[in-house]
């Protein structure tokens, strides 16, 4: 009981209802309200029917989107070392070539890039079927696949590259003098620890694409987003829409939970237990002693 | 001869007019989407940065949701929800037909994710500066609406530019998703064009080019406005 006081001092029995306690409790309010209206606008009898008509298919759009995200993400990746390596190229037109890449894919909207590809393809028929490529295409699936792959190593390998050039330079300088092969530098002192610079920004990528794979339902594939389409178009009943959110709001959490249980499990050995007791009591000190900035 | 030229040109032959009104609305749709974000963003943000625990859980709810849900689903769920929520209001009132601009639609959707993320980096701007500053505004006298204009927000700018500029791009990018609710902007007009001539290569990448060039004008346009919000800061 001392103990728990030392560490964190007792809130005073009695906070007056300053404006903003009194706001922030409606909206506390008004948030209970809609998910407990929406909780019974989903389980009522109509929403059981809905359910037992459109369930199945919801599932089955949500294996596709995940399949999707895997995918392309894996792909993506893949794709993503050598535009990486490309782009820090110093041959002037390797480099240029990643560059512009890079741009175009992050600098137009990623249902436009669907578009171009999937009816874009239609135009050079004959070359791809010449190439054996034309099934990439044909088929909305493997296409959407294509198009998020292209999209995200582009994204992916923003992150690769920077996250290798922000390793400290004193790491190299020790490798070096340590008279290591560049190999063994580059796989050994590098790379480890550019992974964990890129953890985080990788985590939000997948999340991005968690999101953007809804596109996929516009150019007719059948994910978790196109079966919500559809079962709305069959029914005119907005839960589909309500089950959807929840559906996507539940991966993206959990993909973040997992994400940031991993990242504190590969970065442990950084964590020093003095250093990370006073971030914790910085934390505190942020979240409660802040000048209340918010007007009354 | 170059076909392409003809079908891009302007007046009855090509789809040049076409494109450039929808241009015209994707901008149009973009910029008025701005400040309605930034606002929300900004309140979100001074919630978050309270010290009552209650407002900090109502905003991180808010920006937990629509981080969280795919900007095209925000958009139909606006897009229809605000749709037969209002039927449902008029059915109480003796009925009658309402149908939501999409415009409109398009324009909250947008906004409430900016303001989502938005949020996020006004609070990690606020998180910048330190505590030293209010201090010294309270030791000025300055009352807490002057501190904030006059103190905090100058530096705030600064500090939340970055982090704006690429939700900038990223909002310009995402006006490309209200296509599909029926605004005619550069992409649904660039998809019009190419339903009509299969030439879908053609326009669908023309339609590309522009936002490839809409992005190089606002790295610009960002590199001066950044440029002129430094000019005070010494480092």
Not at chain 1, 251 to 267: D, I, N, P, Y
Request: glycine share 8%; hydrophobic share 55%.
């Amino acid at each position: 009981m001392a103990l728990a006081s030392l560490i964190r001092p007792v809130t005073p029995p009695n906070r007056p209802w300053t404006a903003a306690r009194v706001l922030g409790h409606v909206l506390m309010a008004v948030w209970i309200f809609s998910g407990l209206a929406t909780a019974y606008y989903l389980v009522n009898a109509s929403g059981m029917d809905f359910l037992g008509r459109y369930g199945e298919k919801l599932i089955n759009g949500f294996a596709v989107t995940i399949q999707l995200v895997v995918l392309s993400v894996l792909l993506g990746a893949a794709l993503s070392i050598p535009i990486a390596f490309a782009r820090m190229s110093t041959n002037r037109i390797i480099g240029g070539l990643a560059y512009a890449y890079v741009y175009f894919f992050r600098g137009t909207p990623l249902i436009a890039q669907a578009f171009l590809f999937y009816y874009g393809a239609g135009n050079f028929n004959q070359e791809l079927k010449a190439i054996g490529a034309w099934w990439i295409f044909r088929d909305a699936f493997t296409c959407a696949v294509f198009v998020f792959a292209l999209n995200t190593a582009a994204y992916q390998a923003e992150i690769l590259r920077g996250a290798i050039q922000n390793v400290p330079k004193g790491q190299l300088e020790g490798a070096q003098a340590l008279g290591l092969p560049r190999r063994a530098i580059f796989w050994r002192v590098v790379l480890p620890q550019a992974f964990i610079i890129a953890l985080r920004p990788y985590g939000n990528e997948i999340i991005l694409m968690i999101k953007g794979s809804a596109i996929a339902s516009i150019i007719t594939v059948y994910d978790l987003m196109g079966e919500t389409r559809r079962a709305f178009s069959r029914s005119f009943d907005f839960q589909a829409y309500i089950w959807a959110a929840l559906l996507y709001l539940i991966m993206v959490e959990a993909l973040s939970r997992v994400w940031s249980r991993l990242e504190r499990r590969l970065t442990r050995h950084l964590e020093r237990p003095t250093q990370a007791a006073a971030r914790t009591a910085d934390d505190e000190g942020a979240a409660a002693g802040r000048p209340d900035a918010t007007p009354d | 001869m170059p076909d392409w030229l003809t079908l891009l040109s302007f007046g009855p032959d090509g789809w040049g007019d076409q494109i450039a009104r929808g241009t015209l609305v994707t901008v149009g749709l973009a910029v008025a989407t701005l400040p309605f974000g930034l606002a929300l963003g900004f309140l979100a943000a001074l919630a978050k940065n309270s010290s009552e625990p209650s407002l900090r859980r109502a905003a991180s709810i808010y920006t937990t949701v629509f981080r969280g849900l795919p900007e095209l689903l925000t958009l139909f769920l606006i897009y229809f929800g605000v749709q037969i929520l209002l039927q449902k209001v008029l059915a109480l009132f003796g009925g009658g037909y309402v149908e939501i601009n999409s415009f409109f639609a398009g324009m909250i959707a947008l906004g409430v994710v900016f303001s989502a993320y938005a949020s996020e980096v006004f609070l990690s701007a606020f998180r910048g500066i330190s505590a030293g500053q209010y201090e010294g505004a309270e030791a000025l006298g300055l009352s807490r609406l002057q501190t904030m204009r006059l103190v905090i927000l100058p530096q705030l700018i600064r500090l939340a530019l970055p982090g704006l500029s690429n939700l900038w791009l990223v909002l310009l990018k995402d006006t490309a998703l209200v296509s599909v609710i029926g605004i005619e902007d550069v992409l649904r007009q660039a998809g019009v064009a190419a339903r009509v001539t299969k030439e879908a290569f053609l326009f669908f990448g023309v339609a590309c080019l522009i936002y490839l060039v809409f992005s190089i004008i606002s790295s610009i346009g960002i590199a001066r406005i950044e440029r002129w919000a430094n000019k005070g800061a010494t480092r």
